[in-house]
Each structure stands twice: as structure tokens, then as C-alpha cells.
């Protein structure tokens, strides 16, 4: 039977969630801030740094290659920190991933390029791409769990939905410094040293989030399983034996949110690279709808907690795989009204209606002592066939296409179907909607 998280009410002290999910978000912050200063770096600077050829396009799809390189290791770290998570401690395991992860961004700031060392600069970029990889892999679960098990559930949509506001800030954070740094320094000094500051300044993010997640207190419902002696047991031979089919659906959840977020942000911009598109368009509608992203998801929590998570999820991807053609269409057009539009509806729309009940929806799907494993597995296989195999194909989709975008939006539009199906075949876990099911049941 699939369970709720199991926490009294009066653990959703308002001082204490604020607390728990700032310090969970600062994480999310970290880890999308390394995945977008790297994807980013990627289109503008490391294919020329890292990987030089005589031909731009495949420098940059080497470039792509090794951001996907990152996402082969999330699956592993997710087991190994979703076992700590259970085993040892939700806290524990959040402040050890921060620290991989940050770390892991402010050592690419300092690596020689290929033209100082050679073959040696790809191959470090590569390992640390794989160590924060296996970081990542026990962030996001630890982080959305913390938060999830703190709140009161009739709420717990909407209090687990400030963690994902973590992703947009991570994003817009790189972006707003690539941009300043553009306006303030010359190609060729962006070239030289400007494209490590963005890289060295995620330090700063590590320390604040290291600070905040230390001073928090570990999960009472952890507490709960240390009592009971849940703890010994078996995380993801458990998971693995008596949830598959919620794994395996789950994945397929999360496929459109991991897909189109990549897409949108980061892909866009080889495509726009590709097809002469105007770089500042894209870029500063992509920043507004970002923002306005950041408003919506806690929205979009609150009203998975009236409607439930089903709804609001399967509606957020649909919407993204009917606007996926029309989104490429009105790109083309370099306009920056007719970009902002179709930007706003994919992004501050779509993606925010998926990614919001995430965060309340996968820690619902399992018991409490071993739900750190399953949400770790369904989110970083997720990841990885969402988002780490798209940066590994979009450019070359793109080559093989001649820059056309109908090879991308076909991608989109089967992870989409994929993800509907996935979430029509789940259970609805939002307790106020099982409450009001359970009443209109026992009335007939």
C-alpha cells in the first residue's frame, strides 16, 4: 500500500519549515547553479578551452557530451546517499552532497585549459563532472525529504514546493553573472579568465548553504525510525522488491520535467547558436520567465494540495508537449515579444506545474524508512534519461537535422507521452484529496 509521509502537525512549525526548506533550497540552488554556469560555459566557452576543433559544432557537442557525463554517476550517488539518507541521517547526507557538489563547481574555475596541459584538461573536467554527479545524485532527494517530513500534510504540497524554487534561482544566478560579466569585459578577456568567476563564486553559495543546513535539526521522522529500529534495514533491496512498478512509473514522471527544463534553458541556446538565432533574445526572455517561475511554484504547490498532485502534473506536461512545436516556431522568428510568450507559457507554465508537486508527490509514494532510497532512484534515473541523455544527443540531433528543430520536439513530445502515461497508471497521494475521496465514497 503506498503511504503518506507519516508526521503529526505540529511539526509544521511555520519558523522551522522556513528554516528546513531554506536550507533544502540553498542546495537545489547549488546543484542547478553547476548545471547551468557548466551548460552555459558549454555553448559559450568549453568547446574552444576543452575540446578545440576545427569545426565549432563538434566542439561543442564534446562540450555537451561531458555535461552528460555528469548524470551517469547520479543514479549511483542516489543509491548510495538515499542509503545514508535512511540509514544514517536525512542531515547528514545533505551536508556531505553540498559539499561535493559546490566543491565540485569551484574546481572547474580553477582547471588549465587543453592549450596549458593538453589532453589532461578534458579528462579533469570529465572526473570532476562524474564526482559532482555522484553528489548530486543524494541532493535533491535529502533536500525535497527534509522539508516534505517537516511539513503538516494538508500543506505539504505547497511548503515542499519552496524547495524547487532552488532550480530557477540556480539558474538565474550563472546566468545574470555571464551577463554581467559580457557587458563588463571583452571577448577576449571573457575567453581568458572571465568564464572561471561564475565557477569561483559558487564558493560563496556552499558556505551560506553549509551554515544554514548545519544549524537545522535532523528529520523527526527519522527520529521515529531510529526509535522503532527501522534503520536496519535494507533501503533499496526494499525498494527495489516491493515498489517497482511505483519506481518505474515515477521515472516516467519525471522524464518531461527533466527534459523540457534542459530544453528550454540550456539547449536553446545551441539551437539558437545553430540556426543564427539573436543570443540576447533568447536569453533575456528565458531570464523573465525564470523569474516569474520563482512566483509560480509555490502556486502551483498549493493548488496540488486542493486538486491534488495528478492533475496539476499531468496538465503541466501536456502543456509543454502541445506548445513544443509552436515553441520552436515562434523562436525562429526573433522576436522578442512572440519568444516571451511561448517562453513564459513552457517554462513559468508547463514546467512549474510539473516540477512543483515533485517535491510533496515522490516522498508520498513510499514508507518512511526507506523513502530517501526511492525518491533518490526515481529522481536521478529520471534525470539521467531526461536530461543527461539529451545533452548528449541534442547537438547531434541538431547536426543530423541541419539546425531544424523537429528532432528535438519529437524527443519532447515521446518523453511527454511517456510521462503521462506514467502518471495516469499512479496513485493520487495528496492527503485533503484522499480525504474528500474517501468521504464521497462512504456517503454511497
Known amino acids: 500500500m503506498v503511504s503518506s ?3 503529526k502537525n505540529d511539526a509544521g512549525n511555520r519558523s522551522i519549515i522556513r528554516r528546513v526548506a531554506s536550507a533544502s533550497a540553498i542546495g537545489t540552488a547549488a546543484e542547478y547553479y553547476d548545471f547551468f554556469a557548466y551548460g552555459t560555459a558549454a555553448v559559450l566557452f568549453f568547446g574552444h578551452l576543452f575540446f578545440p576543433s576545427a569545426d565549432p559544432l563538434i ?3 564534446a562540450a555537451f557530451a561531458t555535461y552528460a557525463v555528469g548524470f551517469l554517476a547520479r543514479p549511483l550517488g542516489g543509491i548510495v546517499f538515499g542509503h545514508i539518507g535512511d540509514k544514517v541521517g536525512r542531515k547528514k547526507a545533505l551536508v556531505i552532497t553540498i559539499l561535493i557538489v559546490g566543491l565540485g563547481t569551484f ?6 585549459t587543453y592549450e596549458k596541459i ?9 572526473l570532476i563532472r562524474v564526482l559532482q554527479g555522484f553528489g548530486v545524485g543524494g541532493e535533491q532527494a535529502g533536500a525535497v525529504l527534509m522539508t516534505a517530513e517537516y511539513s503538516a500534510p494538508a500543506r505539504r504540497g505547497y511548503f515542499s514546493s519552496w524547495v524547487q524554487i532552488g532550480a530557477p534561482v540556480g539558474f538565474l544566478l550563472p546566468l545574470a553573472l ?3 560579466l559580457n557587458a563588463t569585459l571583452s571577448p577576449e578577456e571573457m575567453m581568458d579568465y572571465g568564464w572561471r568567476i561564475p565557477f569561483l563564486l559558487s564558493l560563496l553559495l ?25 534503520e536496519e534495514s535494507r533501503p533499496l533491496i526494499e525498494v527495489v522488491r516491493d515498489y517497482p512498478g511505483i519506481v518505474v512509473k515515477g521515472v516516467c514522471a519525471k522524464l518531461i520535467e527533466a527534459c523540457t527544463f534542459a530544453m528550454f534553458t540550456v539547449i536553446v541556446l545551441a539551437y539558437g547558436k545553430a540556426n543564427n538565432l539573436d543570443a540576447n533574445i533568447l536569453m533575456e526572455t528565458m531570464i523573465v520567465a525564470v523569474v516569474l517561475e520563482v512566483l509560480a511554484i509555490p502556486l502551483m504547490g498549493a493548488l496540488c494540495d486542493k486538486v491534488g ?5 499531468i496538465l503541466g506536461a501536456l502543456l509543454q508537449v502541445i506548445m513544443i512545436i509552436p515553441f520552436f516556431m515562434a523562436i525562429n522568428q526573433d522576436s522578442f515579444w512572440l519568444t516571451q510568450l511561448v517562453m513564459i507559457l513552457v517554462l513559468s507554465f508547463g514546467h512549474s506545474m510539473c516540477y512543483a508537486p515533485q517535491a510533496s508527490f515522490f516522498p508520498e509514494l513510499f514508507p518512511t524508512h526507506i523513502r530517501c532510497s526511492g525518491i533518490a532512484l526515481i529522481w ?3 534525470s539521467l534519461i531526461g536530461s543527461g541523455v539529451l545533452g548528449l544527443v541534442a547537438v547531434k540531433i541538431l547536426q543530423m537535422t541541419g539546425g531544424h528543430y523537429y528532432g528535438l520536439a519529437i524527443y519532447v513530445i515521446v518523453l511527454g507521452i511517456i510521462s503521462v502515461i506514467g502518471l495516469l497508471t499512479m496513485p493520487e497521494t495528496a492527503p485533503l484529496k484522499l480525504k474528500k475521496e474517501f468521504h464521497e465514497w462512504h456517503k454511497h
Open 380 to 382: 536521478q534515473v529520471g
Open 309 to 313: 498532485r495528478k492533475p496539476v502534473y
Open 5 to 7: 509521509v507519516d508526521i
Open 107 to 112: 574546481c572547474i574555475g580553477l582547471l588549465p
Open 178 to 180: 555571464f551577463a554581467l
Open 59 to 61: 566542439s561543442t557537442l
Open 118 to 126: 593538453g589532453a589532461w584538461a578534458p579528462a579533469l573536467l570529465i
Open 206 to 230: 556552499v558556505i551560506v548553504g553549509l551554515f544554514i543546513r548545519l544549524r537545522i535539526d535532523e528529520s523527526p521522522v527519522f527520529a521515529q525510525i531510529r526509535e522503532t529500529k527501522a
